[in-house]
């Protein structure tokens, strides 16, 4: 196997690819201390060159998200061939190549305390790979503190054949998604949004997307793939709908041809993408350029339920909104329960139970959200008491 690079030694060149499309003046700098740590965010930029260099650069604790896809070290001992023995078209580039485990660890540790500085303190990381290296890439995450919130598998819809048949098919990648340390407990999170994408049932760490294929993958003049390893904009977007919000700066320390870029703008969210390799900068650059972002509304953060202000039914009749003694019924007035004092409902044989409760029972099932279920008569209309309760919030926000 070839040792073209250490992962870990050598200078390197930054080259800013800015929007259009123009190479800045490049800078040379080592991997010890920086001697310039820039104030300002090279924002919607790629910077060309070592990640861990320009990484170095960025100030600390400045960005929300960050989305890492590395070497993943395939140590590839002989070319691929099909059963018809044509070529297939694995990863073999010198970017993928360390000489041990031990240099592979030593790049990993390095880039990743690089990234640990430059992430805000509720900022969370994401790290893709395969059996090669996602194991010890977890290692040294938990050796360096971070905290582990989740391994999601990315379930290939349609994965290379195994063509030996010596081994399963290699149908997933792993991705590592975790926090600082165990005590940043306030990073984003959509929980809701996930789930209500997902017929209203939590979003689980199974995720079955296509390769990146067809039209989105991208080719040279040749007709070949420009990048072995292009990720689909489907995974980035899944991963950044979950994770950030509009208006946040997404991290790539291993921009590639700007996938996480492309998705990134698409959803109105600040990138940075660092690449060593000016051809892929230059074609993740028109790429990027060429995304139309989705209108405000259709990427706006979604409410969290768990964000708005919990309102007990209690305070509907301590604002007067509903009295002690009226009756409740539902929308077709086929149920009816006695508004109590203490704010609990009441149904005849000295039933008691909160306004969700009492809806249950009155339906004979075992859940009901009393806040739509009930209604109080006024005059001859009948109104929700769900719209008290935004009354109510509205006074205890104001
Ligand atoms: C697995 S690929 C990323 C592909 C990308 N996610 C995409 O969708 O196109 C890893 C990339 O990291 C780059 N790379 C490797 N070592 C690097 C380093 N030390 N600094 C910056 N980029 C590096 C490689 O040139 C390669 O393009």
């Given at each position: 196997?070839?040792?073209?690079?250490?992962?870990?030694a050598g200078a390197a060149s930054r080259i800013s690819v800015s929007r259009t499309g123009k190479a800045a003046p490049a800078?040379?700098?080592?991997r010890k201390a920086p001697l310039f740590v820039s104030p300002i965010l090279p924002l919607d930029e790629i910077l060309v060159?070592?990640?861990?260099?320009?990484?170095?650069?960025?100030?600390?604790?400045?960005?929300?998200?960050?989305?890492?896809?590395?070497?993943?070290?395939?140590?590839?001992?002989?070319?691929?061939?099909?059963?018809?023995?044509?070529?297939?078209?694995?990863?073999?580039?010198?970017?993928?190549?360390?000489?041990?485990?031990?240099?592979?660890?030593?790049?990993?540790?390095?880039?990743?305390?690089?990234?640990?500085?430059?992430?805000?303190?509720?900022?969370?990381?994401?790290?893709?790979?395969?059996?090669?290296?996602?194991?010890?890439?977890?290692?040294?995450?938990?050796?360096?503190?971070?905290?582990?919130?989740?391994?999601?598998?990315?379930?290939?819809?349609?994965?290379?054949?195994?063509?030996?048949?010596?081994?399963?098919?290699?149908?997933?990648?792993?991705?590592?998604?975790?926090?600082?340390?165990?005590?940043?407990?306030?990073?984003?999170?959509?929980?809701?949004?996930?789930?209500?994408?997902?017929?209203?049932?939590?979003?689980?760490?199974?995720?079955?997307?296509?390769?990146?294929?067809?039209?989105?993958?991208?080719?040279?003049?040749?007709?070949?793939?420009?990048?072995?390893?292009?990720?689909?904009?489907?995974?980035?977007?899944?991963?950044?709908?979950?994770?950030?919000?509009?208006?946040?700066?997404?991290?790539?320390?291993?921009?590639?041809?700007?996938?996480?870029?492309?998705?990134?703008?698409?959803?109105?969210?600040?990138?940075?993408?660092?690449?060593?390799?000016?051809?892929?900068?230059?074609?993740?650059?028109?790429?990027?350029?060429?995304?139309?972002?989705?209108?405000?509304?259709?990427?706006?953060?979604?409410?969290?339920?768990?964000?708005?202000?919990?309102?007990?039914?209690?305070?509907?009749?301590?604002?007067?909104?509903?009295?002690?003694?009226?009756?409740?019924?539902?929308?077709?007035?086929?149920?009816?329960?006695?508004?109590?004092?203490?704010?609990?409902?009441?149904?005849?044989?000295?039933?008691?139970?909160?306004?969700?409760?009492?809806?249950?029972?009155?339906?004979?099932?075992?859940?009901?959200?009393?806040?739509?279920?009930?209604?109080?008569?006024?005059?001859?209309?009948?109104?929700?008491?769900?719209?008290?309760?935004?009354?109510?919030?509205?006074?205890?926000?104001?």
């Amino acid at each position: 196997m070839g040792t073209s690079r250490t992962g870990t030694a050598g200078a390197a060149s930054r080259i800013s690819v800015s929007r259009t499309g123009k190479a800045a003046p490049a800078t040379r700098t080592g991997r010890k201390a920086p001697l310039f740590v820039s104030p300002i965010l090279p924002l919607d930029e790629i910077l060309v060159g070592d990640c861990i260099a320009a990484l170095e650069k960025l100030p600390p604790e400045s960005v929300d998200v960050v989305f890492a896809d590395p070497p993943y070290n395939l140590q590839l001992e002989s070319a691929l061939t099909r059963p018809d023995h044509s070529l297939v078209d694995a990863v073999d580039d010198d970017w993928d190549k360390f000489a041990s485990f031990a240099d592979y660890d030593a790049f990993t540790r390095a880039w990743l305390l690089a990234v640990r500085r430059v992430m805000k303190k509720n900022a969370t990381l994401w790290v893709i790979g395969s059996y090669h290296n996602i194991f010890r890439v977890g290692a040294t995450l938990q050796d360096l503190d971070f905290w582990i919130l989740n391994d999601i598998v990315w379930r290939k819809a349609n994965p290379m054949p195994n063509f030996r048949g010596r081994r399963f098919t290699n149908a997933h990648e792993t991705m590592i998604w975790a926090s600082k340390g165990a005590d940043a407990k306030s990073y984003t999170f959509h929980y809701e949004a996930l789930k209500a994408g997902n017929e209203d049932l939590q979003m689980r760490s199974d995720w079955f997307i296509p390769l990146c294929t067809g039209e989105e993958r991208l080719k040279g003049e040749d007709g070949k793939k420009v990048h072995p390893t292009q990720k689909p904009e489907s995974l980035l977007a899944r991963i950044l709908l979950s994770s950030s919000n509009p208006g946040d700066v997404v991290l790539d320390p291993f921009f590639g041809t700007g996938t996480t870029g492309a998705v990134a703008k698409r959803l109105g969210r600040h990138f940075i993408g660092l690449e060593r390799d000016p051809t892929y900068a230059a074609a993740a650059r028109r790429r990027i350029d060429s995304v139309e972002p989705l209108s405000d509304l259709s990427v706006a953060a979604p409410p969290e339920k768990r964000a708005e202000i919990r309102v007990p039914f209690l305070s509907l009749i301590e604002g007067g909104y509903v009295k002690p003694g009226e009756t409740l019924v539902d929308e077709r007035r086929r149920h009816r329960a006695t508004v109590r004092a203490d704010g609990t409902l009441a149904l005849p044989g000295n039933i008691v139970g909160s306004i969700h409760k009492v809806g249950a029972l009155v339906q004979g099932l075992p859940a009901c959200n009393g806040w739509t279920f009930w209604h109080v008569e006024r005059g001859k209309a009948l109104t929700c008491i769900d719209t008290f309760r935004a009354k109510v919030r509205e006074t205890m926000a104001g």
